[in-house]
């Protein structure tokens, strides 16, 4: 896998201009869940819009995307050093955080890392329910730094999906995979309380 370009926000933002080269999306609903695509857009294709689907107005929803005419890959910054500060204030303060990812490959795989196991034992389930297959045991995707911005939640721990080129180029599978964490993040409500004091935000 290619070097990142930057090795933080801050370097990145010396460097590329907002609205221009890069955008962030944000819509904070007063949830304790937070969905997340720090590498959305060109950057990660279909990252974006699954990001959006499982959120879907219930759940808070962060987005950094790379909108440059080529060469997108250079706005990557890898999670455990993801710290652009609105992403950063956002998860600090939610207790499920759920980062959606790509990975290469033609295979209709989803690659489930992050330190809450029983999250991503539920995902799995409702992956697998719908015939997405979960690879066990796939050691490139663990997720397991506790800087990983989706373990940077109150409970610092979280789940991240890394989802193959096969499946983010099909429409009805990015679909299904978004019913399928919504579904498990639901039975997670109730452990979840609604965040006090904030009003509903878009940016």
Known sequence: MA????????????????NKDYKI???????????IAPHGGKIEPGTSDIARRIASQRFNY??????????????????????????VRMVSKSLVVVAIHACTGQERFVYLGGLDKMLKLAIAD???????IVPNGHGKF???????ICNRGANEQGVQLEITRGLRDDLKKRQLISTAV?????????K????KHEDTKKI
Do not use: W
Not at 3 to 17: I, K
Not at 126 to 132: F, H, T
């Open 62 to 87: 962060y987005c950094f995307e790379g909108i440059k005419k080529e060469n997108n890959r250079r706005l990557h910054i890898t999670s455990h050093n993801f710290d652009e500060p609105m992403a």
């Open 25 to 35: 999306s944000a819509i904070e609903v007063g949830s304790g869940i937070t969905i």
């Open 182 to 190: 919504r579904a498990a993040l639901t039975k997670f409500t109730e």
């Open 192 to 195: 979840v309380q609604p965040l």
């Open 126 to 132: 409702e992956l697998g329910s719908r015939g997405i």
């Open 142 to 148: 663990k997720g397991l730094n506790p800087n990983n």
């Open 3 to 18: 070097h990142d370009t930057y090795s933080c926000f801050a370097e990145l933002d010396n460097h590329e201009e907002r």
